[in-house]
T-cell receptor, first 110, second 116 residues
Framework: GNSVTQMEGPVTLSEEAFLTINCTYT??????LFWYVQYPGEGLQLLLK?????DKGSNKGFEATYRKETTSFHLEKGSVQVSDSAVYFC?????????FGAGTRLFVKA | EPEVTQTPSHQVTQMGQEVILRCVPI?????FYWYRQILGQKVEFLVS????????KSEIFDDQFSVERPDGSNFTLKIRSTKLEDSAMYFC??????????????FGPGTRLTVT
């Protein structure tokens, strides 16, 4: 069945550091890929998405490219801020449901 | 911008009691979902609902769970006899259309259920 694997956290960075959170997936067919963000005490917010191979999703300085050859969708940001501290979930949709990775907690220190 | 809403934000109940979690999906959406997230763990799919029937459910969604769209706006999740392990954050989501890569699911803010 479909699955998503993302790097374990927590990830702790200093402000303005470069961020990478790795995500790989297993799926049949051609799923859509997403990154969701969950700020403390809040629900899930869609951060970015990509619907086909080589698509790049981007939002708020975050980027991720749908790599079919490596079945990956790594999240990157060139310069993180304290306000980026949150849990980040990689997810895929194929069929009716969305399958989430375990989440990666990011702490950004001032 | 339209959003999915959920009530209550926090529900405390005693073991064995019935609870109903309520959701108002985005008004022109056709597909509805419930997910749960046990504290500190991953978000897990429970059930999807379309055209007034369940389209897919997970192994978590046993006979203790049911869903209903009682009118044109609400979408509810009922747990008949709650257990301690039902304590979690429950997220409702809705989607306009099905199909790969066409539309993403929009999530509500969640209801935190605490079973004591």
């Amino acid at each position: 069945g479909n699955s998503v694997t993302q790097m374990e956290g927590p990830v702790t960075l200093s402000e303005e550091a470069f961020l990478t959170i790795n995500c790989t997936y297993t799926a049949t067919g051609y799923p859509s890929l997403f990154w969701y963000v969950q700020y403390p005490g809040e629900g899930l917010q869609l951060l970015l998405k990509a619907t086909k191979a080589d698509d790049k999703g981007s939002n708020k300085g975050f980027e991720a490219t749908y790599r079919k050859e490596t079945t990956s969708f790594h999240l990157e940001k060139g310069s993180v801020q304290v306000s980026d501290s949150a849990v980040y979930f990689c997810a895929l949709t194929g069929g009716f449901k969305t399958i989430f990775g375990a989440g990666t907690r990011l702490f950004v220190k001032a | 911008e339209p959003e999915v809403t959920q009530t209550p934000s926090h529900q405390v109940t005693q073991m064995g009691q019935e609870v109903i979690l309520r959701c108002v999906p985005i008004s022109n959406h056709l597909y509805f979902y419930w997910y749960r997230q046990i504290l500190g763990q991953k978000v897990e799919f429970l059930v999807s609902f379309y055209n007034n029937e369940i389209s897919e459910k997970s192994e978590i969604f046993d006979d203790q769970f049911s869903v209903e769209r009682p009118d044109g706006s609400n979408f509810t999740l009922k747990i008949r006899s709650t257990k301690l392990e039902d304590s979690a954050m429950y997220f409702c989501a809705s989607k306009f259309r099905e199909g790969q890569g066409i539309h993403e699911q929009y999530f509500g803010p969640g209801t935190r259920l605490t079973v004591t």
